[in-house]
């Protein structure tokens, strides 16, 4: 049987390897760790010794311990130096102070939101999750149906024998054609290509329009699985503050004029975390930018799907000349189906099908033909009504119940996400959350460079229960 300190240190060290506590995470202190534990100080010293030793964790004079980057194994800071993360000279970019490119090295982690969407904490509802509750994805009844329909086709067999086609199957990009149509947005179908996922979307685009080096605005806060794709792929992320009346203009003018950036990615509506949807005015001033400086805008729409009926996008004000349309299905449907597309201008859509044929040759018709016949029986239409309306009555509840227990919301509440003001530091809050078997995201994951925070991104239809919340005040309370 294990001892307190082994267990202790067992369970820090499960979260390091998951990297559910990031490179650069705080430990608690061990006055406050042996509190949160009922251990004794000792046990805690003699826990995290053991850490040590694994090389999972730094100590640091005067500043406590810190997560070491257990996938690269660098060295530990010398005392009281803290890890570099922006190179020397550059600087910064902040909404009310000097422009400039900041880069994010190991700073940048979304590794702990991503592998927190694949790690179970308890059966318990997860408010940092991304997509919605199986339950509600299980009324798409519809889906294997239409898959039976499919595999039943005559035709089956003779397209499985051989690779689809290489822009995704006919039938869906011609129903993704009128679907996006309906939204205000021409494409042809031969401007429209299929992908693994939305994210999958993204990729294309970056490895088709960029090289290493070069410098791509991205909106901050922001989905952190994009700022660390691009420091991946050897990008210059410049973060450009969110707001409700859409990014901030002046610092995408200055970056324009120091840095000649490439790409600009936007989630224009039901922006995650926040849940702010683009003003015409400011859609309209971001297109003008891109006209005059010749960057091409990314629209990330995986939010269309709950988005109300008159939100604008930055494509359809564009017709789809600087602008390249993202959009998936993981949010609405089937996240393991990974169908998602992107709709391109036409000088570009050859490169991008290059681009695409090099990563997965071609994506799997079968379901593409499936989700096409959805999408045409108007089983799709109806299913997101669905969706919308229960979301609606879940954020009401969730709204609610955040309030009362304490918290503010930094954002209007709307979509899928609230931003939510907590008063703590919610890095240190979601390792307690964790605890109780509830897994939160931090504000500091949507972040450019991780930095204390005290906000949180909440899923309405995960946190519209009174238990999370009684959880909650009462880990804050004795914090």
């Known amino acids: 049987m294990l001892t307190l300190t082994e267990q202790l240190a067992e369970r820090f060290a499960q979260r390091i390897r998951t990297r559910l506590l990031p490179a650069g995470a705080r430990l608690p202190s061990v006055r406050e760790c042996a509190r949160q534990q009922g251990v004794s100080p000792y046990t805690v010293v003699a826990a995290y010794d053991k850490l040590l030793a694994q090389g999972l964790v730094e100590a640091r004079r005067q500043r406590g311990f810190y997560v070491r980057d257990i996938a690269q194994r ?229 939010y269309g799907h709950i988005a109300p009926e008159h939100a604008v996008r930055l494509a359809a004000l564009d017709g789809l000349r600087r602008t390249i349309y993202v959009n998936g299905f993981a949010k609405i449907l089937a996240p393991n189906w990974r169908v998602g597309y992107l709709a391109a201008p036409p000088e570009l859509v050859e490169r991008m099908l290059d681009t695409k044929l090099l990563s997965t040759l071609t994506t799997p018709s079968i379901l593409e033909k499936a989700l096409a016949l959805c999408i045409d029986q108007g089983q799709l239409r109806r299913h997101a009504e669905r969706i919308r309306q229960r979301l609606a009555q879940a954020r009401a509840r969730s709204v609610q119940l955040a309030l009362e227990a304490g918290c503010s919301f930094a954002a209007e509440p709307a979509g899928m996400f609230g931003w939510v003001e907590t008063g703590v530091d919610t890095d240190m809050l979601a390792q307690r959350m964790l605890d109780e078997g509830y897994l939160i995201a931090p504000g500091a994951l949507f972040h450019a460079t991780r930095q204390p925070c005290t906000l949180m991104r909440i899923n309405f239809a995960n946190t519209q229960e009174p238990a999370f919340w009684r959880t909650w005040k009462n880990v804050v309370k004795t914090g």
């Not at 939101?113 to 318990?124: D, N």
């Not at 798409?140 to 499919?150: D, S």
């Not at 080096?213 to 210059?236: N, Y």
């Open 74 to 302: 660098t060295p530990p800071a010398q005392e009281g130096q803290a890890p570099a993360a922006i190179p020397s000279g550059a600087k910064t970019a902040s909404p009310l102070g000097t422009i400039g490119v900041r880069m994010s090295g190991s700073q940048i982690n979304a590794t702990a939101l991503m592998r927190g969407m694949f790690y179970q904490a308890s059966s318990k509802p997860q408010p940092g999750a991304g997509v919605l509750p199986v339950g509600w994805l299980e009324e798409a009844r519809f889906l294997p149906a239409a898959v039976r329909k499919i595999t039943a086709s005559p035709a089956l067999q003779g397209g499985s024998l051989s690779y689809g086609e290489p822009m995704g199957d006919a039938g869906l990009r011609a129903a993704l054609a009128r679907r996006m149509a309906g939204i205000s947005i021409a494409a042809q179908p031969d401007q429209i290509m299929t992908t693994v996922g939305a994210t999958h979307a993204l990729d294309i685009v970056s490895r088709t329009l960029l090289k290493a080096g070069d410098p791509v605005m991205v909106e901050e806060p922001g989905w952190s699985v994009e700022f660390a794709r691009l420091d991946a792929l050897g990008m210059r992320v410049l973060p450009v503050p969110r707001g409700p009346e859409g990014p901030d203009l002046a610092v995408m003018a200055r970056y324009c004029e120091l840095h000649v950036p490439k790409l600009f990615v936007s989630v224009s509506v039901l922006h995650n975390p926040t849940g702010y949807s683009l003003p015409p005015a400011s859609a309209h001033q971001v297109l003008q930018l891109a006209e005059r400086h010749g960057f091409y805008v990314v629209e990330d729409d995986t």
